[in-house]
Structure formats: C-alpha cells, structure tokens
T-cell receptor, first 111, second 111 residues
Framework: DAKTTQPPSMDCAEGRAANLPCNHS???????VYWYRQIHSQGPQYIIH???NNETNEMASLIITEDRKSSTLILPHATLRDTAVYYC????????????FGAGTRLTVKP | DAGITQSPRHKVTETGTPVTLRCHQT?????MYWYRQDPGHGLRLIHY???????DKGEVSDGYSVSRSKTEDFLLTLESATSSQTSVYFC??????????FGSGTQLSVL
C-alpha cells in the first residue's frame, strides 16, 4: 500500500537542474514529505523534508503543491555524484517507525 | 555519518547457524532501527528500539530478534539463519525524531 508514486527512472544532464516528481494524493494533513537518496550500495541519505511550505537546504529544494498531493525535489546543478535512487516518503510527524521506502526513482546524471 | 558503525560489513554463513549483526552509535540517540533491503522490496523495517531494553517489531520481524543493553549498541540476531534472510542489512538512528541516518550496511549471505 504505497503512499507515493514515482517514475522508475530519469536522466539528467550534468550541470542542469534535476526535477524529480512524486505523487502522494492520499497524504493526510499531519504527514510530512521526506526525500532520501541511496547512492550505489551505500545506506540511504537524508535530503530534505517539508509539510506544506517549500523548503531549501544546501542539497536541494522541495516544492510541495498547494493541495499537497504532489511534490518535486529539485537538485539545482546535478553532478555525476548525484546519480542515485531517490525515495519520496510520506510519514506522520515524529513517527519514524512508519517510514516506508518504495522503489524510488533511479536518477542517472550524464556528462 | 552520525557516528554509526555496522559490523561485520560482510558475512557468509550456513543455513541453521546463528548470526548476530551489530550496530554501534557514538552520539547517544534514543531511537535505533534495523532494515533489510532486497531487490523488488526496497527497504523494510525489521525491528526498532526506543531506548535501552525497549524494542518493538517492524514490518518483517519473523525470524529475527534484537537486543539493546546499552544506548550505543543495537544487536540483530538471526537465531537460525535461512536462505531467505540473505540480504543487505542497514542500521539507522533517528536524529531529533526527524531524520534517519543510516550505516554502511552488512551484506549477509546464507548458503
């Protein structure tokens, strides 16, 4: 019972912005949107999270639509090292026990 | 890397033998988690701990037990390993009840 839908794969040119979409049409009012990524066989890495406002940190920006049914993770200047599987997850605040990692989007950054 | 160390990094064992995986953290975080990752299933929560001697089951806990006698160590035990438990195991800690930080993983092969 996946709470999110992501495209299985995407390509991006090095130096360009990578825009990764996520649909979460059944999101509840108390659920946050989280993004993680997993580079090759490493452990997943936290990127960013948000509730309803757009968020930005040193790694990425998160744009959440006004109805909160979808979001976009933006890597402003993708590099080859950003090649990874990106996971979009929704979860209730302060409940890491309910973090469900789906299949994610495999982003390939090409030179 | 939030001071998480998993050991061993790789292990090959035989069906029916006991196996213990160790997760060690250096920052006294309360919540710790064990996940397994398999092709086609993504990351799935096995067990988690919310304090010393306080643990609970996750999505795929059958065949696994855990113990946490000290804040810094969270052990995952396979009492009698089976081939279906061949997987990559990740430990994670929760920081500020918001973000998960993952270890580098343990590749376990049960022959």
């Amino acid at each position: 019972d996946a709470k999110t839908t992501q495209p299985p794969s995407m390509d991006c040119a090095e130096g360009r912005a990578a825009n990764l979409p996520c649909n979460h049409s059944t999101i509840s009012g108390n659920e946050y949107v989280y993004w993680y990524r997993q580079i090759h066989s490493q452990g997943p890495q936290y990127i960013i999270h948000g509730l309803k406002n757009n968020e930005t940190n040193e790694m990425a920006s998160l744009i959440i639509t006004e109805d909160r049914k979808s979001s976009t993770l933006i890597l402003p200047h993708a590099t080859l090292r950003d090649t990874a599987v990106y996971y979009c997850i929704v979860r209730v605040a302060y409940n890491n026990n309910d973090m469900r990692f789906g299949a994610g989007t495999r982003l390939t950054v090409k030179p | 890397d939030a001071g998480i160390t998993q050991s061993p990094r790789h292990k090959v064992t035989e069906t029916g033998t006991p196996v213990t995986l160790r997760c060690h953290q250096t920052e006294n975080h309360r919540y710790m988690y064990w996940y397994r990752q398999d092709p086609g299933h993504g990351l799935r929560l096995i067990h988690y701990s919310y304090g010393v001697k306080d643990t609970d089951k996750g999505e795929v806990s059958d065949g696994y037990s855990v113990s946490r006698s000290k804040t810094e160590d969270f052990l995952l035990t396979l009492e009698s390993a089976t081939s279906s438990q061949t997987s990559v195991y990740f430990c994670a800690i929760s920081v500020s009840n918001e973000k998960l930080f993952f270890g580098s993983g343990t590749q376990l092969s049960v022959l």
